[in-house]
């Protein structure tokens, strides 16, 4: 069941800030001062609310109190969702510091998030606290429209469903195409090998190689890669990223070994779901795992961006996966997060943007001329 965050009373949150914070007070006796000059958020699923959470904004800084989440419901990054939605309405209202009394035995949960201590530890009720706290930063980030190169034979393709009999050839000279970007104010390109994801190893390395010695775009390169060799013929052929998908699946210790020995900046976790769950080898093999438990392992191991594919979406040209990529968001603000897939006309973008995804792959929807090129030079001229 999808989570929601809405904005409720304060008397809404007295219940559950009782129950898990202070279950031998009375209702009353969990208010506190200023309480009715605060912004009070609730998660719920469905209908219930399992977690809460109170914002108070003071000049340009915000302090957060009470969160407070159902025990049942403890592990599903109720907690970090609350301190993303704060983060986004302070942000809003100029605010540069987040912060809180945090109990010292939760500074567990806010020191991988970035928040640090700043102070001494004090008692309160017998209670130990400090002051964790987390600087804002409020300046505009590029959003970027990242193009998707897929090569076959060498020549730029776009699959269906990643179905390899609904190919269409768009373009037999990749070059071509990747210049036509550059020219529109392109920065980024994701080219993905599908003759590398059916082989499993890298095959189109030359088309790489003529595409970075020819242009200033930043190139993220994958499709078959499996081992520590691909790796080293990607970056030898001018990739800054290499895209990594089914191995951090299947081989996690593997893939984890190589965020650490390359840097987490060279390595862009590819995301593929069916639903909620992962899918591997072209995605004809769903797994059992979930995303968000995927994610949790990934980012614990330092990874640092993904893009992340609804394998339902791709290249069907419906609209992206908002809901799916929104709830990713609210769990690992703290990612580079791309959304790909399903991108059928301008408004698509705005609205993984408006969302909070740092960027987004596109394909299909440029080369169908559902996304003009007028239309791309507008949205990256206001973005950057």
Same mark, same amino acid.
């Given at each position: 069941?999808?989570?929601?965050?809405? %904005?409720?009373?304060?008397?809404?949150?007295?219940?559950?800030?009782?129950? !898990?914070?202070?279950?031998?007070?009375?209702?009353?006796?969990?208010?506190?001062?200023?309480?009715?000059?605060?912004?009070?958020?609730?998660?719920?699923?469905?209908?219930? #609310?399992?977690?809460?959470?109170? @914002?108070?904004?003071?000049?340009?800084?915000?302090?957060?109190?009470?969160?407070?989440?159902?025990?049942?419901?403890?592990?599903? /990054?109720?907690?970090?969702?609350?301190?993303?939605?704060?983060?986004?309405?302070?942000?809003?209202?100029?605010?540069?510091?987040?912060?809180?009394?945090?109990?010292?035995?939760?500074?567990? +949960?806010?020191?991988? @998030?970035?928040? !640090?201590?700043?102070?001494?530890? +004090? %008692?309160?009720?017998?209670?130990?606290?400090?002051?964790?706290?987390?600087?804002?930063?409020?300046?505009?980030?590029?959003?970027?429209?990242?193009?998707?190169?897929? #090569?076959?034979?060498?020549?730029?393709?776009?699959?269906?469903?990643?179905?390899?009999?609904?190919?269409?050839?768009?373009?037999?000279?990749?070059?071509?195409?990747?210049?036509?970007?550059? =020219?529109?104010?392109?920065?980024?390109?994701?080219?993905?090998?599908?003759? /590398?994801?059916?082989?499993?190893?890298?095959?189109?390395?030359?088309?790489? %190689?003529?595409?970075?010695?020819?242009?200033?775009?930043?190139?993220?390169?994958?499709?078959? !890669?499996?081992?520590?060799?691909?790796?080293?013929?990607?970056?030898?052929?001018?990739?800054?990223?290499?895209?990594?998908?089914?191995?951090?699946?299947?081989?996690?210790? @593997?893939?984890?070994?190589?965020?650490?020995?390359?840097?987490?900046?060279?390595?862009?976790?590819?995301?593929?779901?069916?639903?909620?769950?992962?899918?591997?080898?072209?995605?004809?093999?769903?797994?059992?795992?979930?995303?968000? =438990?995927?994610?949790?392992?990934?980012?614990?191991?330092?990874?640092?961006?993904?893009?992340?594919?609804?394998?339902?979406?791709?290249?069907?040209?419906?609209?992206?996966?908002?809901?799916?990529?929104?709830?990713?968001? %609210?769990?690992?603000?703290?990612?580079? +997060?791309?959304?790909?897939?399903? !991108?059928?006309?301008?408004?698509?973008?705005?609205? #993984?943007?408006?969302?909070?995804?740092?960027?987004?792959?596109?394909?299909?929807?440029?080369?169908?001329?559902?996304?003009?090129?007028?239309? @791309?030079?507008?949205?990256?001229?206001?973005?950057?």
């Amino acid at each position: 069941m999808g989570a929601s965050i809405r %904005e409720i009373t304060v008397t809404d949150t007295l219940q559950l800030r009782r129950d !898990v914070l202070y279950p031998s007070k009375d209702l009353h006796e969990v208010l506190v001062e200023n309480d009715d000059k605060g912004r009070h958020y609730g998660v719920f699923e469905g209908e219930r #609310l399992v977690a809460v959470g109170s @914002l108070f904004i003071n000049g340009s800084s915000a302090q957060f109190r009470k969160l407070a989440t159902a025990p049942d419901k403890r592990g599903k /990054g109720y907690g970090k969702m609350l301190l993303h939605h704060f983060a986004q309405v302070a942000g809003a209202s100029g605010v540069t510091l987040l912060w809180c009394h945090a109990r010292n035995t939760a500074q567990s +949960f806010y020191t991988p @998030l970035g928040f !640090v201590q700043a102070g001494d530890y +004090f %008692e309160k009720e017998q209670i130990t606290y400090c002051r964790m706290e987390i600087p804002l930063n409020t300046a505009k980030q590029p959003f970027e429209i990242i193009p998707a190169i897929d #090569l076959i034979d060498g020549k730029c393709v776009r699959l269906t469903q990643g179905d390899y009999a609904q190919q269409k050839v768009y373009n037999e000279h990749p070059l071509e195409v990747a210049r036509e970007f550059e =020219d529109m104010g392109i920065r980024r390109l994701h080219l993905v090998d599908l003759d /590398g994801a059916r082989k499993g190893q890298v095959v189109n390395w030359k088309v790489l %190689e003529t595409i970075a010695g020819k242009t200033a775009l930043v190139i993220d390169f994958g499709g078959g !890669v499996k081992t520590e060799k691909d790796l080293g013929i990607i970056f030898e052929s001018g990739a800054a990223m290499a895209t990594v998908g089914s191995v951090a699946v299947k081989q996690p210790s @593997l893939f984890d070994g190589w965020v650490k020995q390359y840097g987490a900046e060279k390595i862009l976790l590819g995301a593929d779901v069916k639903g909620e769950q992962m899918a591997v080898s072209g995605w004809l093999e769903t797994t059992d795992v979930t995303i968000f =438990d995927f994610l949790k392992d990934r980012t614990a191991a330092g990874v640092q961006q993904l893009f992340c594919t609804d394998v339902a979406k791709d290249g069907l040209l419906q609209g992206p996966s908002l809901d799916l990529y929104k709830r990713i968001l %609210e769990a690992f603000p703290q990612l580079y +997060f791309i959304a790909s897939g399903g !991108v059928a006309q301008l408004k698509d973008i705005y609205d #993984l943007q408006q969302i909070g995804c740092s960027a987004v792959i596109v394909g299909k929807a440029i080369y169908e001329g559902r996304i003009t090129t007028e239309e @791309l030079k507008q949205f990256i001229r206001t973005n950057h």
